[in-house]
């Protein structure tokens, strides 16, 4: 089975901190993606990655890098949080190619921003 | 831009009840379709993948349709039991992005 996994299910911060969340997957995959998940506002897609160190912007990507040095492993960082970036923090891989594939997604890194 | 959008947004009904669960997005130029279940402050975990050129898949009690001419797709929980309560999403995979649906919350009653 694919497996997602997320380092830390739940952090608590203080505003202005730098915060890193570290992803990684074992089945190989090209992409790699980071949403966040807020009430009523459903998934948004913050940056992805289609190989090591390339990255591109989603949707929502002020106040976020990323870093994808290794095929496995791809790291949200937020420079200096904020209490807006509170949400639960999803990240999830495919198989990769012209069609992108099945999604398969860790369990989540609930952050709060104090 | 895509739009994909799931109604209704909750739904509860007794154990044993077969239902159905909407997905409807607006442009058909896609490549799957995927259906996944979402308990409350867990991830996502994949149900079913639908090829664009594919018509429904099965997995057990669930069955899930694509018409992407119309821009619609369908999950079919058949005898629906109480461990089935969660919250169900789909995404359409544009080939180089997923767009979401905002989920329909599903109760099963005992």
């Known amino acids: 089975d694919v497996k997602v996994t997320q380092s830390s299910r739940y952090l608590v911060k203080r505003t202005g901190e730098k915060v890193f969340l570290e992803c990684v997957q074992d089945m190989d995959h090209e992409n790699m993606f980071w949403y966040r998940q807020d009430p009523g506002l459903g998934l948004r897609l913050i940056y992805f990655?289609?190989?090591?160190?390339?990255?591109e912007k989603g949707d929502i990507p002020e106040g976020y890098s990323v870093s994808r040095e290794k095929k496995e492993r791809f790291s949200l960082i937020l420079e200096s949080a904020s209490t807006n970036q509170t949400s639960m923090y999803l990240c999830?891989?495919?198989?990769?190619?012209?069609?992108?594939?099945?999604?398969?997604f860790g369990e989540g890194s609930r952050l709060t921003v104090l | 831009k895509q739009e994909v959008t799931q109604i209704p947004a909750a739904l509860s009904v007794p154990e044993g009840e077969n239902l159905v669960l909407n997905c409807s997005f607006t442009d058909s130029a896609i490549y799957n379709l995927q259906w996944f279940r979402q308990d409350p402050g867990k991830g996502l975990t994949s149900l079913l993948l639908i090829q664009s050129s594919q018509r429904e898949q099965t997995s057990g009690r669930l069955n899930a349709s694509l018409d992407k001419s119309s821009g619609r797709s369908t999950l079919y929980i058949a005898a629906s039991q109480p461990g089935d309560s969660a919250t169900y999403l789909c995404?359409?995979?544009?080939?180089?992005?997923?767009?979401f649906g905002t989920g329909t919350s599903l109760t099963v009653i005992p």
């Open positions: 990655s289609y190989d090591v160190k390339m990255k």
């Open positions: 995404a359409v995979d544009t080939g180089n992005q997923f767009y």
């Open positions: 999830a891989s495919s198989l990769g190619g012209h069609n992108t594939g099945e999604l398969f």
